[in-house]
């Protein structure tokens, strides 16, 4: 009986009561052992009694007996089950299961309503377990609810971007089935404007009038601009770079695209400034290189306003070669900053395919380097690139 009354007084509901009261629950206590994998009692049963829990787990099924069944809880030792039933005089609104072996007092109807009449204090206590175990369930209710609906705003952010992907592909293999076909028509004619452009000026050069050269040197550069712009679609339509590496020495490379651009630098008053620290050769293809070069200065000439300025350095670290555009200009948004390598976006309203740092961040990676893009709205962007060379 010690035994039975020490068990007793641990549990929260009985723990208010004086001796005499713990002794006369006790004696309707019948104690009752599960083997794990038992039954307790089903869903939609007759309430017959309720289980004091003394030791072991007990898991509670919803829908236990159908396919589609559902572990609503698993309630461990110094706990009271099955009492709800009892109370509202309604079938079981759940299966239980031993989850171990268990061993438990049962308390049948008629002792509990007994128990109820000759000790009044255990209905106030009970109902203060009851409204604990609405509030529990308001909460754990609330907390489904936030965390299904988590789900679904998850699935929807899922949904909206897969819709969002499907429409790119889609856009990208309309480009990528017309460029191919009509760019290496476009490279052919703007080859042969180009060649004929330079042999009139190797021809005449001397004695040409000075307008009509710069009309000439025009028509070259421009169309080199096409060749350039023709092999990034080409580039991106195929979806992959094959590389013709070769060695360069690169602050001297740069040197030379930057002579090639002084006219549009000029004509805004930009200062560039090459601070190149790098003196090894690098290994690239200098086509695509050249078109990296040609891509940021583009970029950072169009952000920049009269008078900006753009820094190029160059400089090596564990092993590998590092390149930094960075100006001055009016700089980008967050947003901005994350759609940056998306084909066909671009935040300005100058022109351009929106396809210059995809085509960067293609031929950097074909080299297995890196690019990273910082920038600050009205403070400027900076962009670096590193690429691993052997030594």
Not at 121 to 126: E, F, G, N, R
Not at 140 to 165: C, D, F, G, M
Not at 354 to 383: A, C, D, F, P
Request: hydrophobic residues 40%; negative net charge; charged residues 30%.
């Amino acid at each position: 009986m010690e035994k039975k009354l020490q068990e007793l007084s641990d549990f929260e509901l009985f723990a208010g009561l004086s001796r005499e009261e713990l002794e006369m629950v006790a004696q309707y206590c019948l104690p009752v052992e599960f083997r794990k994998g038992q039954v307790l009692f089903y869903e939609g049963e007759v309430a017959d009694c309720l289980y004091v829990i003394v030791e072991g787990d007990v898991e509670v099924w919803s829908d236990f007996r159908e396919k589609e069944r559902d572990l609503l809880a698993i309630n461990s030792d110094k706990c009271i089950v099955g009492e709800m039933a009892l109370i509202d005089q309604l079938p079981r609104s759940a299966t239980l299961i031993a989850g171990t072996d268990v061993r438990t007092y049962s308390i049948n109807r008629e002792s509990y309503e007994a128990i109820l009449i000759n000790c009044p204090s255990i209905a106030v206590i009970l109902m203060k377990s009851l409204s604990k175990i609405v509030r529990n369930s308001n909460q754990s209710y609330v907390a489904t609810l936030r965390e299904q609906n988590r789900k679904i705003e998850n699935t929807y952010k899922e949904l909206i971007a897969t819709q969002e992907k499907l429409h790119r592909e889609e856009k990208l293999a309309t480009v990528g089935q017309f460029s191919s076909m009509i760019l290496h028509d476009i490279r052919n004619p703007v080859s042969v404007i180009k060649s004929y452009s330079e042999l009139a000026l190797k021809k005449q050069g001397d004695t040409m009038d000075e307008g009509l050269k710069k009309y000439f040197k025009q028509i070259i550069s421009e169309t080199r601009k096409l060749n350039f712009l023709a092999a990034d679609l080409l580039d991106f339509s195929k979806g992959e770079i094959s590389l013709n590496l070769s060695i360069i020495e690169v602050n001297n490379f740069i040197k030379d695209i930057l002579k090639k651009h002084v006219a549009p630098l000029a004509a805004k008053d930009i200062k560039v400034h090459l601070n190149g620290k790098y003196e090894r050769a690098i290994l690239v293809d200098a086509d695509r290189f050249e078109r990296v070069i040609i891509n940021l200065l583009s970029n950072a000439r169009r952000a920049v306003s009269r008078g900006g300025i753009i820094e190029i350095k160059t400089w090596e670290e564990k092993q590998n070669f590092h390149l930094t555009f960075t100006d001055n200009g009016y700089g980008m948004t967050q947003e901005t900053l994350e759609h940056l390598f998306e084909p066909f976006f671009s935040q300005s309203g100058k022109g351009g395919t929106g396809l210059g740092m995809v085509i960067i961040k293609n031929i950097i990676e074909v080299h297995e380097g890196s690019i990273e893009v910082e920038s600050e709205l009205n403070k400027g962007t900076k962009v670096h690139i590193s690429l691993p060379q052997e030594h």
